[in-house]
C-alpha cells in the first residue's frame, strides 16, 4: 500500500511541475508601419492600335481554347463508361502479362 502511495504522489508532482511551466517565451511580433500607395496614373482614352490588337488576338484565342474544350467535354460524354467489372478485369489482364 505504502508503495503506491509513494508512485501517486510521484505522479502528482511530476503533472504539476508540467503544468506550470511554459513551454517557450511569447515573441514579440513587430509590423512595419504600412507605407502611402503609389499614385496610379491614369491612361488617356484613346488606347495606342498595337494594345487593341494584342486584346483582339487574345479574345481570339480564348475562344478558340473554349471550343476545342467544348468539342473534348463533347467526346468525353459520348464515349461509353466502364463498369467496376470490366475495369477490375483489364485490371487481371494487364497485371498477367507482366
Given at each position: 500500500m505504502r508503495h503506491y502511495l509513494i508512485v501517486f504522489f510521484a505522479v502528482i508532482?511530476?503533472?504539476l511541475s508540467l503544468l506550470s511551466s511554459r513551454g517557450q517565451t511569447p515573441v514579440p511580433i513587430i509590423l512595419q508601419a504600412a507605407s502611402p500607395a503609389p499614385a496610379v496614373v491614369a491612361k488617356s482614352a484613346a488606347a495606342p492600335e498595337s494594345d487593341l490588337k494584342?486584346?483582339?488576338?487574345?479574345?481570339?484565342?480564348?475562344?478558340?481554347?473554349?471550343?476545342?474544350y467544348d468539342q473534348e467535354a463533347g467526346s468525353r460524354a459520348r464515349r461509353p463508361r466502364r463498369t467496376p467489372e470490366q475495369a477490375a478485369n483489364e485490371l487481371k489482364i494487364f497485371s498477367k502479362r507482366g
Open positions: 508532482f511530476s503533472a494584342a486584346t483582339l488576338q487574345l479574345l481570339q484565342d480564348m475562344q478558340a481554347n473554349q471550343r476545342r
